[in-house]
Nanobody, 125 residues
Framework: QVQLVESGGGLVQAGGSLRLSCAGS????????MGWFRQSPWKEREFVSA????????YYADSVKGRFTISRDNAKNEVYLQMNSLKPEDTAVYSC??????????????????WGQGTQVTVSS
């Protein structure tokens, strides 16, 4: 089992940057693929990005490609989401999640077994 805690959210102006962190517990953290999802009051939860267990493969939603970067440090049990050139439409609660499936990166939230509580990101125009 993995417990996840996000941090790093906040209020930022459009064009600014934020770096989200996701701290995981347990010795098996490094065996999980990790994903970031976001949800705003007016939209369903949507996939943002994912990274495989080793950090060698990443995948991004088209809406964030070129602006966001996912990375991980298994020695620290942490995953990061660097968000640049933020837009008001990026405003949402961002959550990290862990997926035990290792053959490919998945984008459906129901496929992820463990979730953090989320951190609010607000981008003002």
């Amino acid at each position: 089992q993995v417990q996840l805690v996000e941090s790093g959210g906040g209020l930022v102006q459009a064009g600014g940057s934020l770096r989200l962190s996701c701290a995981g517990s347990g010795r098996t953290f490094g065996t999980y693929a990790m994903g970031w999802f976001r949800q705003s009051p007016w939209k369903e939860r949507e996939f943002v990005s994912a990274i495989n267990w080793s950090g060698g493969r990443t995948y991004y939603a088209d809406s964030v490609k070129g602006r966001f970067t996912i990375s991980r440090d298994n020695a620290k049990n942490e995953v990061y989401l660097q968000m640049n050139s933020l837009k008001p439409e990026d405003t949402a609660v961002y959550s990290c999640a862990a997926d035990a499936y290792r053959l490919r990166l998945r984008t459906n939230s129901y496929e992820y077994a463990y979730w953090g509580q989320g951190t609010q990101v607000t981008v003002s125009s």
